[in-house]
């Protein structure tokens, strides 16, 4: 009686062990850009990636719910389809900064889950002055 209670708690903690190394696993993600992508392509297919570039000009096409549209990143370009199921970030268009969530395919695509686009004049801070070094608005009398 006392080996099967034994015998049961090493299945148990096993198979929780494993089912942890799994979802680690799965959850892991890279963070590249196409170029470096580019340089190690082999390296990175199927695998977990958070890719990073620039939205090229006139890429971005719908077709129903799939999105497609080129990232672009110090002379690297990878095409990519999104099919997510969160709504693209309103920030998203032609020539943002973009990381996108997903996996390099055999086929040299890859095939994005998540969006996250960036918007530079949205969130830039006062830079200080040039020559006074001041930043920020200045008092009025």
């Known amino acids: 009686m006392q080996a099967r209670i034994i015998v049961g708690i090493f299945i148990i903690v096993g198979l929780v062990g494993y089912l942890a190394f799994v979802g680690f696993e799965e959850g892991r993600s890279y963070y590249v850009t ?21 939205v090229v000009d006139g890429s971005i096409t719908r077709d129903g719910d799939i999105l497609t ?14 099919i997510g199921m969160d709504p693209v970030p309103d920030t998203f268009k032609d020539g943002v900064e973009a990381v996108v969530d997903g996996r390099l395919l055999a086929d040299g695509s890859f095939e994005g889950k998540k969006i996250q686009a ?24």
């Open 34 to 54: 196409c170029d470096e992508v580019a340089a190690s392509e082999a390296e990175f297919r199927d695998t977990n990636l958070k890719l990073a570039g620039v």
């Open 69 to 82: 549209f080129e990232l672009e990143y110090d002379g690297a370009t990878y095409p990519v389809r999104y």
């Open 118 to 141: 960036k918007c530079a004049s949205k969130y830039e801070s006062d830079a200080p002055d040039a020559e006074s070094g001041y930043s920020g608005s200045k008092p009025t009398a």
